[in-house]
């Protein structure tokens, strides 16, 4: 198949660790490279953020990004991006129109997906979406803190209605999709996948496990310094957990800590509590650094408000390691309790702490959470297995839409009555799709 992705702010290029760079980021780089593998010509289409990038990028073979004209070549802060969607979905209409069309479209998070209905408008294709983080989950955890464009969530209902078929990455966002308007019948679940032969299982004789040489029990967190991902959390677990000592990997490179708003928090926090000699904060890492300190740690702590889906539990399960987590979103599918790790109620110290307790006291169960882990990683997250289930669900859409039923008319001028009544405001005619 020809395979249109369309990640509008997460380059596949992108370095990792950045305020708008992390999960997402991965997802299509690795996706792109595994489906080009097995055959197909994928295009990742991403905005240009600096006017000496390249239009075009090999990322590995059959596999390019293109980099699109949409708003001023500079960096701007994903939130701030939705004006330039008209813009980025005429180019790619005229790109399409130029060249043999996409067999398939894939956008990556809603502002994509409003992209790609612009674009599939004047050059019919069938359009599938993932969403990756969803404005109405946002909103319900962060409130008035929530950054997200006036309107989110009304265009992700939109898209629900129009989009020919949803990739969910877990179980638990079908449901918040579902409240959304979503037919449960469109919506196919794949979850994020994990490269096996990176993060893999210490090798014996050359393990890069290190000791601290005062023999504490580590507990590593990797992921960006923003609130949500709840780091404040396990700081304050480590009042309940003197033998506990933290690593927290992500944001900014180390040399740039000192200047990164967050990460003052969280050292003040630490301070405060008594817990600073317990806690390090070791900047952005390379993924080749995570493995190694996912193999120095004796637990993996993901302990976010909410989650989409969570790339570092399936990290740490491939690693071999235990992971305690939040009992939200994704890591519902990905951390199975009792047998590859321990979930926790979100924002809740006092029940973290005792599962750290819980598995300092008992390294045998540790070792045995990190050996299940690796199991069902290999089985289930492999980024093959996941290429492979994501073309099958593109083939489900692309049968879909080869002939267009009554039905799916309906659904379009449902949404355009809708449109009319003010409920959202669409810059092109539903019906033309």
């Keep these: 198949m020809r395979i249109a992705m369309i990640s509008e702010h997460a380059s596949p290029l992108a370095t990792l660790g950045s305020v708008d760079a992390g999960g997402q980021n991965v997802h299509v780089a690795s996706l792109a490279q595994h489906l080009g593998a097995q055959g197909h010509a994928v295009t990742v289409y991403t905005r240009r953020d600096d006017p000496d990038l390249p239009v075009v990028v090999p990322l590995a073979p059959g596999v390019d990004v293109v980099h699109v004209d949409a708003g001023p070549?500079?960096?701007?802060?994903?939130?701030?991006?939705?004006?330039?969607?008209?813009?980025?979905?005429?180019?790619?209409?005229a790109r399409w129109a130029r060249s043999a069309p996409?067999?398939?479209?894939?956008?990556?998070?809603?502002?994509?997906?409003?992209?790609?209905?612009?674009?599939?408008?004047?050059?019919?294709?069938?359009?599938?979406?993932?969403?990756?983080?969803?404005?109405?989950?946002?909103?319900?955890?962060?409130?008035?803190?929530?950054?997200?464009?006036?309107?989110?969530?009304?265009?992700?209902?939109?898209?629900?209605?129009?989009?020919?078929?949803i990739v969910a990455t877990c179980s638990d966002e079908v449901a918040e999709l579902t409240a959304l308007g979503a037919d449960p019948d469109r919506i196919e679940v794949v979850?994020?996948?994990?490269?096996?032969?990176?993060?893999?299982?210490?090798?014996?004789?050359?393990?890069?496990?290190?000791?601290p040489d005062d023999g504490r029990f580590v507990a590593l967190s990797v992921g960006r310094?923003?609130?949500?991902?709840?780091?404040?959390?396990?700081?304050?677990?480590?009042?309940?957990?003197?033998?506990v000592e933290l690593v927290v990997a992500g944001g900014p490179p180390a040399a740039d800590l000192?200047?990164?708003?967050?990460?003052?928090?969280l050292r003040a926090l630490a301070q405060e509590l008594g817990v600073a000699d317990r806690v390090r904060l070791v900047g952005s890492l390379t993924q080749d650094e995570v493995r190694?300190?996912?193999?120095?740690?004796?637990?993996?702590?993901?302990?976010?408000?909410?989650?989409?889906?969570?790339?570092?539990?399936?990290?740490a399960a491939a690693c071999g390691r235990p992971v305690v987590g939040s009992a939200v979103g994704g890591l519902l599918d990905s951390v199975l309790h009792e047998r590859t790790g321990l979930l926790v109620p979100p924002q809740d110290p006092v029940a973290l702490a005792r599962a750290l307790l819980r598995l300092h006291s008992d390294p045998g169960l540790g070792e045995a959470l990190g050996a299940a882990?690796?199991?069902?990683?290999?089985?289930?997250?492999?980024?093959?297995?996941?290429?492979?289930?994501?073309?099958?669900?593109?083939?489900?859409?692309?049968a879909a839409?080869?002939?267009?039923?009554?039905?799916?008319?309906?659904?379009?001028?449902?949404?355009?009555?809708?449109?009319?009544?003010?409920?959202?405001?669409?810059?092109?005619p539903v019906e033309e799709r």
């Design 401 to 428: 839409t080869a002939a267009p039923t009554a039905q799916d008319l309906d659904v379009g001028s449902a949404v355009a009555a809708r449109t009319t009544a003010g409920t959202v405001t669409v810059p092109w």
């Design 73 to 93: 070549p500079v960096h701007i802060p994903k939130d701030e991006l939705l004006v330039h969607m008209d813009a980025f979905g005429d180019e790619l209409a």
């Design 225 to 243: 310094l923003v609130e949500r991902k709840g780091i404040e959390t396990i700081v304050r677990a480590l009042v309940d957990t003197p033998d």
């Design 292 to 315: 190694a300190a996912m193999h120095a740690a004796d637990v993996v702590v993901c302990d976010p408000w909410y989650e989409p889906f969570g790339i570092v539990p399936i990290e």
């Design 373 to 398: 882990g690796r199991r069902r990683a290999e089985r289930l997250y492999g980024w093959s297995t996941v290429a492979e289930r994501t073309a099958h669900a593109y083939r489900t859409a692309v």
């Design 191 to 211: 979850p994020c996948g994990v490269d096996l032969d990176k993060f893999r299982l210490p090798v014996p004789g050359q393990s890069e496990r290190v000791r």
């Design 102 to 165: 996409p067999d398939v479209v894939h956008a990556h998070f809603w502002m994509s997906g409003l992209a790609g209905l612009r674009a599939t408008r004047t050059v019919p294709a069938p359009l599938v979406q993932t969403f990756h983080a969803l404005g109405s989950v946002k909103h319900r955890h962060q409130g008035d803190r929530d950054t997200s464009p006036a309107g989110r969530v009304d265009l992700e209902r939109l898209l629900c209605a129009e989009v020919d078929l």
């Design 258 to 265: 000192d200047v990164d708003v967050e990460a003052a928090r």
